[in-house]
C-alpha cells in the first residue's frame, strides 16, 4: 500500500472506536475524542537564499487538552500529510495519558524537504511557523518538540522567535533544547532507551533471556539508535538495521548474522540516520533490500523509522521465530496486518506506550525549564524508566487479567484516562 492511499487518521479512528465501543463509553465522549479538538492550516513563505520566495504549507492539530497543555513534534517531511498529523496528535494525547503525565495530545509538520534546504532557509521556514501560530501555542497551551527531520536547532530557532515576538523568555514553551540552552540531559536517549525499557520488562514477564534474543529494527535514526545501544547492553544481538537511501532513493538493510557492531554503525550514518555502504561493508555487513528487516530470522521486530510499514502484503513475511514486536514508530503497523497479528503467538508492545518515552522525558524537561533547575542525566534516566515501567506494568497487567491484546489494553487505560478529565472538567 502506498504513503498516498495509506490514511493514518483512519486508522488511529478505527482503533479508537472499536475500544471506544468495547468499553462503551457515551455517545457525546466518542464523538469528542475521535477527531481533533483544533486544527490550523497555513502557508508560510520562505525567502531562499537565492533571492526568490517558496511558500510551504505548515499544519498544527491540538487534538485533546483536557489533561493538560497539548504537546507534540512537529515534522519536516516531503509527504506530511494533514491526516498524518491528525493521526499523531490523537496518539500523542493517548500516549501522555498511558504514561500518566499532565499534557494533552498535539502534532505539527510542514511539507517540505530539509534536505534540500539551507541552514539559513530552514531558520526562516521555523521562524515563519511560530509568525504563524504563536498566538494558539506556549507553555500552558501547546508545547512543540522535535520530530521527523526536526532537532535541537530548529526548536531553539522556535523558542527564539516565540521569545521575541511575545517579548519574555519561556524556555518551557519547547523541548528538544539544546542541552546548554535548557535542554534536558538525557532527552536524545529517552524514546530509544524507553522502547527497551519495555521490552525489558516484557521479556522478564514471558521469560526469555535477553542474552539468547536477536532482534531486527528498521530505521536507524535517533530512536533506533539509542534503543539498538541499550538493547546491545541488556545483552541482545542486534542482526539487522535498515535505513532510506538517498541517493538509491530506497530503503536498504545492513545483516550480520553474529550481531552488527552498533557503535560503529552509528559512527558512519549521517545526521538523517542513513547508514555509509561502503563503511559498512568494510565492517562485514552484508547489504540487502529494504523489506529485509521484516522476514530475517530473529526474536524482535522493531520497526522505528514511519507508519503504515507493516502491512496486509507482507505480514505474512515476518518469521515464525519472531516472538516479540516492538512499535518504536509511531503507527508502524497498519490496521489489517494488525489484525493478523493479534491472532498470532506475536506479543506486541503497542506504539504508544513503547516509544512514550520521548514526551516522558519532554514533560521532564518542561519542568526542569519552568522551575529553570536541572537535573543530573541519571536522576532524568531513573525517573524515565520508572514511569516507563510502571505504565508497561499497567498494560500487562490489565491485558493479562482481561487477557486482551496490548494494544486495547493501553488504550483502555489511555483512553479511560482522558474520559474521566473531560468529564471532570464538565466538558460533557
Ligand atoms: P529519524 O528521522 O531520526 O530516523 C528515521 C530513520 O528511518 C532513518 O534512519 C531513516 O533512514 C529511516 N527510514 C526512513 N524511511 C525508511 C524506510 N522506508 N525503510 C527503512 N528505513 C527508513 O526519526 P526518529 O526520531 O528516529 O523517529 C522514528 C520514528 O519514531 C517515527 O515514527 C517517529 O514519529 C517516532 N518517534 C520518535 C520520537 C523521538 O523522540 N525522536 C518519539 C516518539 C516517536
Known sequence: MSRDSYNPYQNAQRQFDSVAKEIGLEEAIREFLRQPMKEYHFTIPVKMDDGSTKVFKGYRVQHNDARGPAKGGIRFHPEETINTVRALAMWMTWKCALV?????????????????????????????????????????IDVPAPDVMTNAKHMLWMLDEYESITGGRYPGFITGKPVTMGGSLGRTEATGFGVVYTLREALRELNIKAEETSAAFQGFGNV???????????GGTVRLVSCWDFADKKAC??????????????????????????????????????????????????????????????????????????????????????????ES?????????????????????????????????????????????????????????????MRDAAYIIAINRVAQAVKMRGWI
Open 100 to 140: 500518566d503525565i499532565p499534557l494533552g495530545g498535539g502534532k505539527g509538520g510542514v511539507i517540505c524537504d530539509p534536505r534540500n534546504m539551507t541552514e539559513r532557509e530552514q531558520e526562516r521556514l521555523c521562524r515563519g511557523w511560530i509568525k504563524k501560530l504563536y498566538k494558539n501555542i506556549g507553555p500552558n
Open 224 to 234: 533506533a539508535q539509542y534503543a539498538a545501544l541499550k538493547y546491545s547492553e541488556l
Open 253 to 342: 538493510s545492513f545483516y550480520k548474522e553474529e550481531g552488527l557492531d552498533i557503535e560503529a554503525l552509528i559512527e558512519s550514518a549521517d545526521s538523517y540516520g542513513s547508514i555509509d555502504k561502503q563503511k559498512a561493508q568494510e565492517m562485514g555487513c552484508e547489504i540487502l533490500a529494504g523489506d529485509a528487516w521484516l522476514e530475517k530470522d530473529v526474536d524482535i521486530l522493531i520497526p522505528a523509522a514511519l507508519e503504515n510499514q507493516i502491512t496486509a502484503d507482507n505480514v505474512s513475511k515476518i518469521s515464525k521465530q519472531v516472538k516479540i514486536i516492538v512499535e518504536a514508530a509511531n503507527g508502524p503497523t497498519a490496521g489489517e496486518a494488525d489484525r493478523i497479528i493479534r
Open 345 to 405: 503467538d506475536i506479543f506486541v508492545i503497542p506504539d504508544f506506550l513503547a516509544n512514550a518515552g520521548g514526551v516522558t522525558c519532554s514533560y521532564f524537561e518542561q519542568v526542569q525549564s519552568n522551575l529553570n533547575f536541572y537535573w543530573e542525566k541519571e536522576e532524568v534516566l531513573e525517573k524515565l524508566d520508572n514511569k516507563m515501567t510502571a505504565a508497561f506494568k499497567d498494560v500487562y497487567k490489565l491485558a493479562d487479567k482481561k487477557g486482551l491484546y
